[in-house]
């Protein structure tokens, strides 16, 4: 048995005209295809300060809101990677909204970057437990966009 490298997902999001948008990009280290924002956590390092710093490194959007989940779970490389002696990553969940804007991507791991909706955004997704920590976080902030309206809706009628 070997060891976990730990990490952090960060499933990233704006508002946008009624409507919640994720960051999700194309990566092309280590394998290809759609994710969301991730990373390790370096030694000494709190998990908190890991989303700020994957966040700014990988995207370099501003950091509104900060949320952590409470999900917790692992999964194994599919192969051997060179520049890691791990044999998998444990990660916990973290949600982010950010200002929407142009994502600058980190050119070493992603290739591009796209703005979408949950429906769009799950089915591009390539891994498993990356929809899995999606849904979950859309589906808690589909609950406060939802009574957010609502609190407006009945502050205006009055």
């Known amino acids: 048995m070997g060891k976990y490298r730990k990490g952090v997902f960060i499933v990233t999001y704006a508002f946008e005209n009624d409507k919640i948008y994720y960051a999700i990009l194309k990566r092309h280290k280590h394998w290809r295809g759609w994710e969301f924002p991730k990373g390790g956590v370096d030694k000494n390092e709190t998990e ?63 290739s591009d970057f796209k703005w979408l909706i949950f429906d769009k955004a799950v089915k591009i997704l390539k891994w498993p437990n990356q929809r899995k920590c999606l849904r979950i976080v859309d589906k808690r902030l589909g609950k406060v966009n939802v009574k957010s309206k609502y609190l407006n809706y009945t502050l205006c009628k009055k």
């Open 48 to 110: 908190l300060n890991a989303v700020k710093r994957e966040l700014k490194e990988e995207t370099g959007l501003k950091i509104l809101k900060i949320k952590e989940f409470g999900v917790k779970s692992r999964y194994r490389y599919r192969k051997k990677l060179l520049d890691r002696k791990e044999i998998g990553q444990s990660y916990s969940l973290f949600a982010v909204e950010v200002k929407k804007g142009k994502v600058k991507i980190d050119r070493k791991e992603h």
